[in-house]
């Protein structure tokens, strides 16, 4: 993460902490356009924009929540058009991870891993080129798609992320599978979202493999890494002993750590508790 004084600090005590029940910080409409770019750059910004919205502030600001939700509203739309595709082709072998955030989000993509055996992830790769996917990349035990509807808006980098679908065969990085797939099948959860069953992951294993991923390969902390463990962990329902068990269990446990610490960190010097 960048510097963590100046903008940075500030947003972090904007957004708040869902651990601390108070009243939301005083601001200026020209504060939260000040903070806008940077929270978009963490993935917060629509977070802190819901949090702030009213009637009668700047013309400007409804616009960028307007935006921030439309992208949200689309991304919704990608992630229930894939689930009604892969539950036509094999509703029990997919899973979609990492794309939803228990918070308001505009995700950079939407990630499929797929449960059955190679030759059935073979099929289904030719299935989603029949079926308005359109092939955009190769790696190593991943291929990445775009929903055509977004061919006008796709560019390098991902650019237009709304439209892309990374379609895992392992949760990997290059060759690297790092954690087992088949091992997810009994974390299936079921959510409705635009009328379609879609197949998420529960919570706790979802956080390990976010927490995991961002030390390996990312190597990255953004924002986003410091507020999704903390409205997953503040939720009621969230299974603490399921989650250390998960992580414990997958050799998860340094990276985690290494995650937990910065949490702790940030969280004691921003809100004076751990």
Request: proline share 4%; aromatic share 16%.
């Amino acid at each position: 993460m960048n510097n963590m004084s100046g903008l940075n600090a500030k947003l972090i005590r904007i957004i708040g902490s869902p651990f601390i029940k108070e009243e939301n910080v005083l601001t200026n409409d020209d504060e939260l356009l000040s903070l806008y770019d940077l929270a978009f750059k963490n993935r917060v910004a629509l977070l802190y924009l819901s949090k702030y919205r009213r009637v009668d502030w700047k013309p400007l600001l409804e616009e960028k929540y307007q935006a921030l939700k439309k992208r949200e509203e689309l991304t919704y739309d990608v992630i229930s058009n894939i689930a009604a595709k892969l539950n036509a082709f094999d509703k029990n072998n997919y899973i979609i991870f990492k794309s939803i955030k228990p918070y308001p989000s505009t995700p950079n993509d939407t990630d499929v891993i797929w449960l059955g055996t190679k030759e059935k992830y073979n099929e289904a790769n030719k299935y989603l080129l029949n079926n308005g996917y359109i092939f955009h990349e190769w790696a190593p035990q991943q291929k990445t798609y775009f929903d055509e509807r977004g061919k006008n808006f796709i560019g390098k980098g991902k650019k237009g992320g709304i439209y892309y679908i990374d379609f895992y065969e392992e949760i990997s990085t290059d060759y690297y599978a790092y954690t087992n797939k088949h091992s997810l099948k009994k974390f299936i959860v079921e959510r409705e979202i635009n009328g379609i069953k879609v197949n998420l992951l529960a919570p706790e294993p979802e956080l390990a493999i976010i927490m995991f991923h961002s030390v390996f390969p990312e190597r990255t902390f953004q924002l986003e890494h410091f507020f999704v463990p903390l409205f997953y962990f503040s939720n009621n329902n969230f299974n603490l002993e399921l989650f250390l068990n998960y992580v414990r269990n997958h050799k998860m446990t340094y990276a985690v750590k290494s995650n937990i610490s910065l949490l702790k960190i940030i969280h004691q010097k921003y809100f004076n508790i751990i």
